[in-house]
């Protein structure tokens, strides 16, 4: 079997569209800005997206998105990666939007799909907890029926853009046992009695939140899906969503490269450029083949998603490979910088820092590969085909 890598043309009018509005809109010094301004996020990128219709990419035309596919997505996200976009697309849009578009109700979607789309509301999943567990038993928040609401109790962490979002996606158990049953979603306001958030210091000046549930009243009618049956399109729409962050690694791994090649072939040393030494020859080859081979194990995962097969093996496999990328572009690309790849005012420190993100986010590399193992697969590894 052959997969072909190469993009179609609507795929490559997207990417390149995309290049050309981050790099007008997205400068290094926008990135630098986001990180000590007081919003969490520009503003006027975020309307930018929404007027392009990358809000609303996936989502049904008849609640205000373009329909496009999973691929023309994936297009998209190295371009993310590429610029260090600081706006909450994965958290809104690939991943509580995503939710809220397969298991929301009539309802629940049609109010907040065009919301989302239009760039006039932000939702944000709540997923990880304190035991810091990736998997189903991680879930141990505590949801209990209380006449037409659950009260929730517990605790999540490492939730970003908590403080601007309208709704959280929260993650909680029905019951007293462990697994996927029980697993449910609810829409919950951060705003409501009982949610207190606290800002978490971060490497990235990232904005996360612990976010801490004491007797939230939820009504019933902001569940997302069947009570206690949440799991499986949670578990799918996370790994969907780590094969993107696994292309905003790609990106990022772009720029990376080249930032440090340029360097190699520009920085002179005892009068000869240090890019002649073998030693860095090396180490700027390893970035390349980091960079690749996420690229080719994060592009079938989009395509196994695209044509419909199972893909949660190949979707572990590609975050297991994107998070020992991201932190081992990032150290031989220091390697070769030395001192100067942690001056501040150097780009190579953005991307180590959110690299450091990347690393964890959405499963770690240990986790993902455990992940791969687990969900086992007879497919054989296939011819891959690019320019």
């Known amino acids: 079997m052959s997969i072909d890598l190469n993009f179609n043309e609507q795929q490559q009018l997207i990417q390149n569209t995309a290049r050309e509005f981050f ?24 309307r930018g997206m929404a007027d392009l219709g990358w809000l609303g990419i996936t989502f049904p035309e008849a609640y205000g998105g373009l329909g496009c596919s999973f691929l023309d997505l994936y297009a998209l996200y190295g371009e993310l990666g590429r610029s260090l976009a600081p706006v909450p697309h994965l958290e809104c849009v690939a991943l509580a939007g995503t939710l809220v578009a397969e298991l929301g109700s009539e309802t629940q979607k049609a109010e907040w799909l065009p919301r989302i789309a239009a760039g006039e509301a932000i939702l944000t999943p709540a997923l990880m907890e304190p035991d810091g567990l990736y998997g189903p038993d991680g879930v141990t928040l505590s949801a209990r029926r209380d006449g037409d609401n659950f009260l929730l109790n517990g605790v999540k962490l490492l ?15 029905i019951g007293t046992g462990d697994g996927a049953a029980g697993v449910s979603l609810f829409l919950v306001d951060p705003k409501a009695p009982g949610v207190s958030l606290e800002k978490t210091t971060n490497m990235a000046s990232a904005p996360l939140y612990a976010v801490i549930f004491k007797d939230v009243a939820v009504p019933t009618s902001d569940a997302l899906g069947e009570v206690g049956g949440a799991w499986p399109v949670l578990d799918a729409t996370v790994m969907k969503a780590a094969v993107l962050q696994s292309a905003m690694v790609v990106g990022a791994g772009e720029v990376v490269l080249d930032m440090t090649a340029d360097y190699a072939r520009t920085r002179v040393q005892f009068g000869q ?17 980091e960079q690749n081979l996420t690229r080719n194990l994060a592009l079938r995962a989009a395509w196994r998603i695209e044509s419909g097969r199972s893909f949660l093996r190949e979707a572990a496999l590609a975050k297991a490979c994107a998070s020992k990328a991201a932190a081992a572009m990032t150290f031989a690309a220091h390697e070769v910088h030395a001192g100067i790849g942690f001056m501040l005012d150097y780009d190579l420190q953005l991307y180590t820092l959110r690299a450091k993100h ?12 455990e992940r791969a ?9 296939p011819h891959f085909q690019h320019a």
Do not use: F
């Open 159 to 173: 939730v970003a853009y908590a403080k601007s979002a309208d709704r959280l996606v929260c993650a909680a158990r």
């Open 358 to 369: 990347w690393e964890s986010n959405l499963g770690d590399r240990r986790h993902c590969l």
């Open 273 to 289: 450029p240090i890019g002649r030494h073998q030693a860095v020859q090396y180490l700027v080859t390893d970035i390349a083949i």
């Open 373 to 381: 193992m687990a969900e086992g697969g007879d497919d054989p590894l």
């Open 23 to 46: 790099q007008k809109h997205c400068p290094i010094d926008v990135v630098r800005r986001a990180e000590k301004a007081d919003e969490e996020y520009p503003a006027d990128l975020w």
